[in-house]
């Protein structure tokens, strides 16, 4: 934490980066205020997947606060993002961790082999078609000198 500015301080959702790519999974329940049993399994079985499939390199899996896309009476509320600088960010809900992770893992391998991790719905594995919850451009940082990306 001394690496912060004087006066700032780490805000507890945020999750530092130490691969070029990063995969998020939610292991906080916003509907019950407590940890998530079905998050933390999916973590575990994440990175598991991810490193079998030889992506440890370029693939951090990490558990955050509370992604707020989930539907708790659903039965699977578990949601997952894929983040990386200078590209789009995804979101997907209704992560089952019992099921197998396959698509999660190819998704993983075609959103590494992109500049800009950005895709159609058409390019997505069939398996998360309909569980696509969000796809964020990626950030433009302006500043008063002008933007950089």
Known sequence: MDDLPQGRRARPYAVPQSAPHQILVCK???H????????????????AAISAAGLGDQFEVSGTACLAGCVPDHGKP??????????????????????????????A??????????????????GLIDTTL????????VTREGAIQ
């Not at 789009?88 to 998704?107: C, H, K, N, S, Y």
């Not at 391998?109 to 594995?125: E, I, K, S, V």
């Not at 796809?135 to 940082?141: E, K």
């Open 28 to 30: 906080a329940c916003k």
């Open 32 to 47: 019950t205020g407590q940890a998530c049993t079905q998050g933390f399994q999916l973590l575990k079985n994440l990175r």
């Open 78 to 107: 578990c949601i997952v993002g894929w983040r990386a600088t200078e590209k789009a960010t995804w979101l997907f809900g209704d992560i089952d961790p019992d099921q197998p992770l396959d698509e999660l893992v190819e998704f």
């Open 109 to 126: 391998r075609a959103y590494a082999a992109l500049d800009d991790g950005w895709m159609t719905g058409r390019d997505l594995p069939p």
């Open 134 to 141: 969000a796809r964020i451009p990626a950030a433009m940082i």
